[in-house]
Structure formats: C-alpha cells, structure tokens
C-alpha cells in the first residue's frame, strides 16, 4: 500500500525541531498520514500543532493569483520523498519548511518520546540520519534566505 504523509520542516533561530517518535524511533520531523478529505498543506499544520504544540506557517510558493472558483493553489512543498515503512507500506511524503507563528512546545507523549531543537552543528549528531541531516540543513539554510528582511 502507499499512502500520502505530510512533513514539517519547521525552523527557528537557525534551528530545526525534531522529534523522537516512539514507534518509528529516531529523529524525524512531525508529520502523518494525509487524513480523508484533507489537503497535504493542512495536514502539516494539523500533525504540527497534534505532536509539538507549534502553531506554524509554511513557507512554499502558493500562486493564489491563479485561484478561479474551482481551482485553488496549494502550497508547494519543498521535497518529495518516497520512504519505505515496510515490505508492503511506502509513503509519499510531502515535506513543506516552516516557521512557528504561536504556540508552544507541548509533545504529544503517547506517540512522542522526546522533541528538541537542533542547529546545523546538533544535526551532525551520530544519532541524526543522514537524510534528515542534509534536507534538515538544507531547510535551514532556505528558511533563513525567505525570513530575511
Ligand atoms: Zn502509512
């Protein structure tokens, strides 16, 4: 089977959050399933907001200029990684970059065994993946160009 998932790459102070996941271990950022009738977009803020507490904005191109009753731009996101979870289950994932706008950091502790901010030198951490260490950069790296002011 392959499902839709949605991630959040969110970003602060030169910083990325991530979080330890119980079941799936390691560090990875927030993120899930694309639930029923949802938009990838707004299942990002949602598992955002359900695992960290964070209230977040995202920071990929949407072209609203181009909405017409029956077409709305979604938010662009930033990767699109295909992630194997076992033999028979893949994941398309939709990794958007953000920002925190409100909130704070609460875990959602039945699913989330920890959850930390990491900088460019945290993710050169042997604990860290390589994959979420160079797209974890990379996130930083274009959140700090697109908040510049
Ligand atoms: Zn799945």
Do not use: Q
């Not at 181009?66 to 731009?73: G, L, Q, R, W, Y």
């Not at 950091?105 to 050169?124: A, N, Q």
């Amino acid at each position: 089977m392959m499902h839709f998932v949605a991630d959040a790459h969110i970003i602060k102070d030169g910083k990325i959050f991530l979080i330890k996941h119980k079941k799936l271990g390691g560090w990875l950022a927030p993120g899930g399933h694309v639930d029923e009738g949802e938009t990838p977009d707004a299942t990002a803020i949602r598992e955002a907001k359900e695992e960290t507490g964070l209230d977040i904005m995202l920071l990929g191109e949407v072209d609203s200029a181009a909405d017409e009753p029956t077409v709305k731009m979604l938010t662009t996101p930033t990767y699109l990684r295909l992630d194997t979870v076992d033999d028979d289950h893949y994941h398309i994932n939709l990794i958007f970059v953000a920002v925190p706008v409100g909130g704070e950091v609460k875990l959602k502790m039945d699913e989330v065994g920890d959850g930390k901010w990491f900088s460019r030198e945290d993710l050169d951490g042997p604990e860290v993946g390589e994959n979420i260490r160079r797209l974890g950069k990379k996130s930083i790296d274009l959140a700090e160009k697109m908040c510049k002011v």
